[in-house]
Nanobody
Framework: QVQLVESGGGLVQAGGSLRLSCAASGRTFSSYTMAWFRQAPGKGREFVAAISRMYGNTGYVDSVKGRFTISRDNAKNTVYLQMNSLKPEDTAVYYC????????????????WGQGTQVTVSS
């Protein structure tokens, strides 16, 4: 099992930046593919970005490409989401997730989830 705790959310103006962190505890962090999802009010949970366990390969949803960057520090058991040029439509609760397989975008493929952190972007 792995436990995930997100931090770094908050209120920011459009065009601003935030960095989310997800600290993991439990089994070996480097054995997990890590991902970020988000859920806006009244909408389903959406894949945002993921980073593979072995080579750090990354993938992003089209709407955040060029603005968001996912990274991981296996020595610190932490995954990050650097969010730049934020837009009001990025407003959502952001969740960290982990799985013991390849990068996929489906929420059902991830076994472990954090509690979420709120990101609000004002116009």
């Amino acid at each position: 099992q792995v436990q995930l705790v997100e931090s770094g959310g908050g209120l920011v103006q459009a065009g601003g930046s935030l960095r989310l962190s997800c600290a993991a505890s439990g089994r070996t962090f480097s054995s997990y593919t890590m991902a970020w999802f988000r859920q806006a009010p009244g909408k389903g949970r959406e894949f945002v970005a993921a980073i593979s366990r072995m080579y750090g390969n990354t993938g992003y949803v089209d709407s955040v490409k060029g603005r968001f960057t996912i990274s991981r520090d296996n020595a610190k058991n932490t995954v990050y989401l650097q969010m730049n040029s934020l837009k009001p439509e990025d407003t959502a609760v952001y969740y960290c997730a982990a799985r013991e397989g390849l990068v996929v975008v489906s929420t059902t493929a991830y076994a472990y989830w954090g509690q979420g952190t709120q990101v609000t972007v004002s116009s």
